[in-house]
């Protein structure tokens, strides 16, 4: 499995998505700021995981290879994003067709974004709601790119 971090700040997911896909998975971190990238280069290196990549870009500016993902991640990115529709435009391309895309938010974010806001900018770029998990403070909204 193939799976991109988008927005991967640290690393605080990268690291466990890369174990979870495992050697023969891959994860592709992704961010516009060179030091969080070297961050997450470190702590692949510290954890011994050799299945991360990096890659300098800004989402919405189609960077990412189109059909290339079998999932897609975003914890506490999109509000940070000022083109927050080609963003996921772009998300939406990258994934095969049956892709999917966890979008993870919590209130106390100052860039927090509520579900009926992710819905309405994803389904508007051809992404369905597929699950919902937690509450209005906390909660990860699973979408797919359609077959």
Known sequence: MKVLDAGCGPGRVTIPLAKA????????????QPKMLELVASKAR??????????????????LEAGSYDRAVMAAVLGEIPDRH???VE????L?????????ELIFDPHFQ???TINKLACGVGFEERAFFGNGIAYML??????
Do not use: H, I, Y
Request: hydrophobic share 45%; with cysteine; net charge positive.
């Open 142 to 147: 699973l979408l797919e790119r359609p077959q």
């Open 96 to 104: 095969k067709p049956g892709g999917q895309l966890a979008v993870a």
């Open 46 to 63: 510290d954890a011994g995981v050799r299945n991360v990549t990096t890659l300098l870009a800004s989402l919405g500016q189609a960077k």
């Open 114 to 116: 509520r579900r009926s």
């Open 21 to 32: 896909v495992g050697p023969d998975g891959s994860v592709v971190a992704v961010d516009l």
């Open 91 to 94: 998300l939406f391309r990258c």
């Open 86 to 88: 080609s963003a996921l």
